[in-house]
Structure formats: structure tokens, C-alpha cells
């Protein structure tokens, strides 16, 4: 079985569209979203959950006004600013450490686990979709992504199924490094803008930096062909293939804004050839 | 002094486009600072042809462990909410991706074997791109897992002869985006009308909503068909402040790394009652 990751760096490249209609094309797959602060793959692969479960994320402290007497050794220890002028703690800024707690004199101070979001396992038409919404504002996106691809790995062991596809985060940070983790390859969508270049070489120094081998899409790449071009030249050096160019095209808005994929929205177009021209040399992989 | 922050559930709708744009328009009657805060893929820069006037690298704290001290007695492991310290019986192993520098082990330690260190995750860099802007962005290093101590870093760089600072925040809904965003006057949400498009702006609005700033809708890439975010703009009484159509130009401009604030003549006073409203 092959884990396969789908990210860009840039966001809003067609990371997404692009799982989607990539898994549509197989018989039995596990497919992860694992963008789990703007997961955006349900939309279009429709998952028909079947259990819901509580993520206990990380922990936030919570002061005890009746046992503060406000000496202010809390504010001194806090590396994260997080607690105000008047003793209480600050939810969005507080990162659970607990300094706060063994350093009051007073034990006012507890921790507690919060609960940071929700991950559902799903039935789609063709296989088992794993996916998870963090809520609004949280930290520990990585440890809901770990959770998430470990809850899918599982299912994937378990159907035998020969891949699993993950549609990742934008960036290079915590959740993409949590993304990167145990995965067999980067699928790497990338558009021949100057912004699109620039978080490309960002995002491959990352896989690279993780060990995880890359492979490239060019997304809307008629849009540039000087760019195009220039990317390829790099790529070629950096001996990265490129696993289709798609052009840009109005269709996929078309087809989202019917919330379908590339491939079901007009199976016989260009873009829909790129997709299984994508989906051949995946299955090279096995 | 106002602050605008600019942001997104999902990415690539056009944050980076409208922070330019609304930067370049109200450079034209203000002084404005431009802060770049998606630090693990800053893009503004690619637009700007600005000067740049300095560089600096940014430090965060890590446990330097002075090994002839330690006892070995774990109570720094034991403390550590992140299990980045790993106690031998004669040596310790930290791991610095893992490490949220809470100073714990360092305040902890019994033998006084730990030391501040400072580890590099990245630069901020300084630009004047004309008497009325100034620049600022800075870039995690590739490898890091935290860019909050990167957008902190920038919050802390704020000028303070400007009559407006715009905060072009990193896509998401998680801790990055907050720190962003958080401590601005409002926050314009930049969406594209799609389903993917108004799924995102629903969950950027809730964070927004929750720290209680006001905010506003830019429609990008407007074709007309809209009505999937006017019926959410209606229902949560968020007005949409700027529609921004579709232009395959605009978007071949974008990728050459040109934006040019009078592409559409429309939006200029639309910016200035924005910036005005606030």
C-alpha cells in the first residue's frame, strides 16, 4: 500500500479538486483530508459519516479567582502572553504549557484537556474517507492530522487497498510536517505564478527535508508558458518529475460550483485525461 | 492609527492580491506599513520592487543542557507538556520541532544545569517602498513547525508614524491565523464564490466573530453568479464591501508578479470608504 500526499505550499492551486478527482477514478480507496482547519474535500466527494468522535486536543490552563490574590507570578513565567491585567487566561493564546500551574503559590491554577474538534469516519461510493474539523481558532492542527491519517491507515491496512491518498495543508508548517510524516510520496500542485514558484521550491526543500520523495503537478499552466517552462527547468535539474500539465480551465470552477469532480463534471476533457494520465503513473508506484 | 487585517479560510482566494491593492490605493492619501504574516510562504514581496533597508534573524529559546551540572533527574522531561526533552542516564536529547519555548525545563531545573539558548527559525526583513509605504515580512525556515514566534516578532516591528497598518494574514483557521488577525480594528475576508470558497468563509467568520472583530466580504473573482456568499452576507449581516471580478489579465499580470492598483478603476473608492468606515 501506497501513502501518496497531495500539497502545494501556495494555497487555492487545485490540491483539493485534484484528490477528489484523482480518487474517483479507483474501484476501492482511503482517502484523509487532512487540511484540517479549511477542509474542503466533503464538498465534493460527499461522505456519508458514519462515526463521529471527540478530539481532545491540547490543554488550557484556567486560574480559580477565588484562591488568585493576583501576586503576578503567573505573567512572569508566561512565555505566550496569555494571561491578562485582570488574572484570566486567554484561550487563544495560551499553548497548555503549564508553567503557570507549578509556579502559582497559591495553586490556583489547574489544567484542563480541552476539546479541540471533531474527526469522522465516512463511507464514500468508492471506499472509506477519513476527515476531522478542528475548531475555529485552535492549535494542535498537527496532532488532528497524525490522528486523522493514523485513523485512515488503519482502514487502509484493513480493505487492503493498493492506495491512500491525502489531501494535505497549505504551507510548510506544523500541519504539513505532521502531513509529511510515514508518507510513500508528495504529489506537489503548483500554478507557473512568480507566488506559485516561490512557495513550490519552499515546499519541496520541506519534503525534502523530511525525506519524502516529490513528484509535480503544473495547475493552469498555459496561464504562464514562460513560467511553466522555468519551472520544468528547475524540476528537470532537481531531477523531480512532472506528472501532467493541466490548463487552465473555467470547468473546474463549473464543475465545483455543481460540487462534482473534474472527472465526473466532463469525463472525456482535457482536464479529465490529465487526471488519469496522473492517476497511470501513481499506479507505477505498486 | 488603524489596523486591517486581511484574511481567508481558504487559500488562494486573493489575500495577498487585495492586502496589495488596498496597500498601493491607500498609499495614495495616507502613510501606510504592509505586514506580510503568512511566514511560511510570504508572497507580497514577489510584487513589491521595494528597498529594502535591513535583515535581521529571528531567535526563539532553547535549552542549552550543561551536562556537568545535570543530575539526570528527569524533572525537566517530567514538566515538558511537549516531549521534546529526553533524559538518558548520562545524557539528555532535545528535540527542537518540537519545542514551544515555555522556558518550563529552564525554571524547573534543580541544578541550575540549563542555560537560554537562542536558535535561528527565520528572518524579518525591513523595506520603504515609497515615502508612503513601508514593509515588512518576515520567513520561517524551512524544517520549522511554529510560525507563531515569527508573526510575534512582526507585531512587535509596528511602525508608529503610520496612519494605517495592513496585516496580509496566512490561510487556515488555526493558531497562526489568530495571532494574524487578532488585535486588528477589522478584518476583511476574502472569499471566491464557491462552495469551497463560502465552507471556509464560515469558519474564518466564526474565529473572527469569536475575538469579536468586525469584519467584511470581498468577493474575488466575481463573475456575477454570487449568490452562494450574498445569501451568507444577508444571513450574518456581514456586509460585502468589494466585489472583485474575474479577469484572465489581471490573473497573467499576477503571475508575472505585477498587480497595478488602477487595473479596476471601480475599487478605489470602495477602498478608501473601507478604510474610512473603520
Keep these: ?286 | 492609527m488603524k489596523k486591517i487585517a486581511v484574511a481567508s479560510g481558504k487559500g488562494g482566494t486573493g489575500k495577498t492580491t487585495v492586502s496589495l491593492l488596498l496597500t498601493l490605493i491607500a498609499s495614495k492619501k495616507y502613510k501606510v506599513q504592509l505586514v506580510d504574516c503568512d511566514v511560511e510562504n510570504p508572497n507580497c514581496h514577489i510584487f513589491l520592487g521595494s528597498f529594502p533597508i535591513k535583515k535581521e534573524k529571528i531567535g526563539v529559546f532553547y535549552p542549552v543542557i550543561n551536562l556537568e551540572k545535570c543530575s539526570f533527574c528527569k524533572k525537566c522531561q517530567e514538566v515538558c507538556e511537549y516531549n521534546c526533552l529526553l533524559v538518558l542516564d548520562d545524557n539528555v536529547l532535545f528535540f527542537p520541532e518540537l519545542c514551544h519555548p515555555c522556558k518550563g525545563c529552564l525554571f524547573v531545573c534543580p541544578e541550575g544545569a540549563i542555560d537560554e539558548g537562542k536558535r535561528e527559525v527565520g528572518d524579518i526583513c525591513w523595506f520603504r517602498e515609497s515615502d508612503n509605504i513601508y514593509f515588512n515580512y518576515a520567513v520561517m525556515d524551512v524544517g520549522e513547525a511554529r510560525a507563531n514566534p515569527l508573526i510575534e516578532e512582526l507585531k512587535k516591528n509596528l511602525e508608529n508614524d503610520v496612519d494605517l497598518i495592513i496585516f496580509d494574514s496566512p490561510p487556515g483557521a488555526n493558531c497562526p491565523m489568530v495571532q494574524a488577525v487578532n488585535d486588528s480594528d477589522y478584518v476583511i475576508l476574502v472569499t471566491e464564490p464557491t462552495p469551497f470558497g463560502l465552507y471556509d468563509l464560515k469558519i474564518a467568520w466564526s474565529v473572527v466573530n469569536k475575538l469579536g472583530i468586525p469584519a467584511g466580504i470581498v468577493i474575488n473573482r466575481d463573475e456575477g453568479e454570487d449568490k452562494i456568499i450574498t445569501d451568507f452576507s444577508s444571513q450574518e449581516n456581514i456586509p460585502v464591501i468589494l466585489k472583485i471580478p474575474f479577469s484572465l489579465e489581471f490573473a497573467r499580470l499576477y503571475s508575472e508578479g505585477v498587480i497595478k492598483a488602477d487595473f479596476f478603476p471601480d475599487i478605489e473608492e470602495k477602498m478608501f470608504n473601507i478604510i474610512e468606515s473603520i
Aim: with cysteine; glycine share 8%.
Design chain 1, 1 to 286: 500500500m501506497k501513502q501518496i500526499l497531495i500539497i502545494s505550499g501556495k494555497g487555492g492551486t487545485g490540491k483539493t479538486s485534484l484528490t477528489a478527482a484523482i480518487t474517483r477514478l479507483y474501484d476501492d480507496i482511503v482517502v484523509a483530508d487532512c487540511d484540517v482547519d479549511a477542509p474542503d474535500l466533503h464538498i465534493l466527494l460527499k461522505p456519508d459519516i458514519k462515526e463521529r468522535s471527540v478530539f481532545k486536543g491540547g490543554k488550557l490552563a484556567d486560574i480559580d479567582p477565588e484562591k488568585c490574590t493576583e501576586c503576578g507570578k503567573c505573567t512572569e513565567v508566561c512565555q505566550f502572553g496569555a494571561i491578562t491585567e485582570d488574572f484570566t487566561v486567554k484561550k487563544f493564546s495560551c499553548e497548555g504549557c503549564g508553567v503557570c500551574v507549578w509556579n502559582c503559590p497559591f495553586d490556583a491554577i489547574t489544567m484542563y484537556q480541552k476539546e479541540s474538534g471533531e474527526y469522522y469516519i465516512s463511507e464514500i461510493e468508492n471506499g472509506i474517507m477519513l476527515h476531522a474539523l478542528l475548531n475555529p481558532g485552535e492549535e494542535n492542527s498537527g496532532k488532528l492530522v497524525t490522528g486523522v491519517k493514523q485513523k485512515a491507515l488503519t482502514f487502509a491496512e484493513k480493505r487492503n487497498v493498493e492506495f491512500m491518498l491525502i489531501d494535505g495543508p497549505p504551507g510548510i508548517g506544523c500541519p504539513v510536517i505532521s502531513s509529511l510524516s510515514g508518507v510513500d510520496l508528495a504529489v506537489i500542485v503548483t500554478e507557473p505564478t512568480k507566488s506559485g514558484i516561490h512557495d513550490l521550491e519552499r515546499v519541496l526543500k520541506a519534503a525534502n527535508h523530511f525525506g519524502v520523495q516529490s513528484k509535480v503537478v503544473i495547475n493552469k499552466s498555459d496561464l504562464n508558458p514562460e513560467n511553466t517552462e522555468k519551472i520544468k527547468g528547475y524540476l528537470d535539474k532537481e531531477d523531480i518529475e512532472v506528472l501532467a500539465e493541466i490548463p487552465f480551465s473555467s470547468r473546474f470552477i463549473e464543475a465545483l460550483k455543481q460540487a462534482k469532480t473534474i472527472v465526473d463534471f466532463t469525463p472525456d476533457g482535457i482536464e479529465s485525461q490529465c487526471i488519469r494520465e496522473i492517476k497511470s503513473k501513481l499506479d507505477k508506484l505498486i
